[in-house]
């Protein structure tokens, strides 16, 4: 910044923007963040930069991060959000009905596919009427999506990575158990339909693989609701997750048979985002649904 030059006093918008943009990383992670187009998020930032006379950000092969004069502005700007979320939790709801503290925004989260369509999507539409300004972005991965990187806010994982800039917090654990169109069926002698063979390593499978040994497999899929529908068109036995298998219709749980395997299942969310209202009401919305399911 030039000697003498006044320096102009930045406007919210800008602030909260620039605070978000040191967040995720990128123009379009903030603009889902914040619920507005790249352009409006590019405009913003360079009103910023514009009355303060200096850049706030380094922009390298499109990753974002604050300038040193940035870092200064970041400690000031993030402390002003934290108060705000502070005080508008205290707020109390309007005469009129509106809350205008409610929680809002975009918020995504990952998770493998068993856990979206046995626990979270069915439940989607009780979080929807209690919290209607917070829009779920949900996603099914087998990959892990990197929380640092801001690929994703919140991550729903079966193992604890060993590092990461992440709070983390154990929510249940995903429990097994074998699966038929018959109650009669022999496993032993059954069809089978099992894991893709990339994922052989998963403790279930080699718990499979351990008291079974060889079996005659007749089909292999990645995705446990993949699994459910072939065994049932083949008329095959397959190991599933309990929240999935529970809830197929023409499948049967075959009791007689105890599986040991299961799976942790831990709940993943950026260290520097896990104060936002929104992101909050998502992590608690997905340990209740935990605890209260009954199948992990």
């Known amino acids: 910044m030039q000697k003498g030059r006044a320096v102009k006093t930045p406007d919210w918008d800008g602030l909260r923007t620039f605070v978000v943009l040191c967040r995720a990383g990128t123009m379009s992670a903030a603009a889902r963040e914040l619920g507005i187009n790249q352009t409006t998020v590019s405009r913003r930032l360079a009103r910023l930069e514009e009355a303060l006379g200096h850049d706030v950000l380094n922009r390298e092969d499109g990753h974002l991060s604050p300038t040193v004069q940035g870092q200064h502005l970041l400690a000031t700007a993030a402390?002003?959000?934290?108060?705000?979320?502070?005080?508008l939790d205290s707020l109390p709801v309007l005469a009129d009905g509106i809350d205008k503290t409610a929680p809002s925004g975009v918020v995504r989260l990952s998770a493998v596919d068993a856990i979206l369509d046995g626990l979270l999507v069915p439940a989607f539409a009780d979080f929807?009427?209690?919290?209607?300004?917070?829009?779920?972005?949900?996603?099914?991965e087998n990959r892990n999506?990197?929380?640092a990187q801001r690929e994703t806010d919140i991550a729903i994982r079966l193992a604890l990575p060993e590092s990461g800039v992440f709070r983390s917090r154990r929510i249940g654990f995903m429990r097994f158990a074998i699966y038929a169109p018959r109650m009669d069926m022999d496993v032993q002698r059954a069809?089978?339909?099992?894991?893709?063979?990339g994922l052989s390593d998963k403790p279930e499978q080699q718990w499979l693989q351990y008291v079974f040994g060889p079996r005659t497999i007749i089909g292999r899929a990645n995705r446990a609701t993949l699994l459910a529908g072939m065994a049932q068109a083949g008329d095959a036995c397959c190991l599933l997750p309990v929240c999935i298998g529970d809830r197929v219709a023409g499948l049967h749980r075959l009791t007689q048979y105890d599986v040991s395997a299961g799976r942790e299942v831990w709940l993943l969310v950026h260290q520097?985002?896990?104060?936002?209202?929104?992101?909050?009401?998502?992590?608690d919305w997905v340990a209740d649904i935990m605890?209260?399911?009954g199948v992990v």
């Not at 402390?79 to 005080?87: D, G, P, R, T």
């Open 272 to 283: 520097d985002m896990v104060h936002l209202p929104h992101i909050r009401v998502v992590m």
């Open 79 to 87: 402390a002003m959000e934290q108060n705000l979320a502070a005080y």
């Open 191 to 197: 069809n089978w339909v099992e894991l893709a063979e």
């Open 145 to 147: 999506l990197n929380i």
């Open 291 to 293: 605890k209260q399911s």
């Open 128 to 140: 929807h009427l209690n919290y209607p300004a917070v829009q779920l972005d949900l996603t099914g």
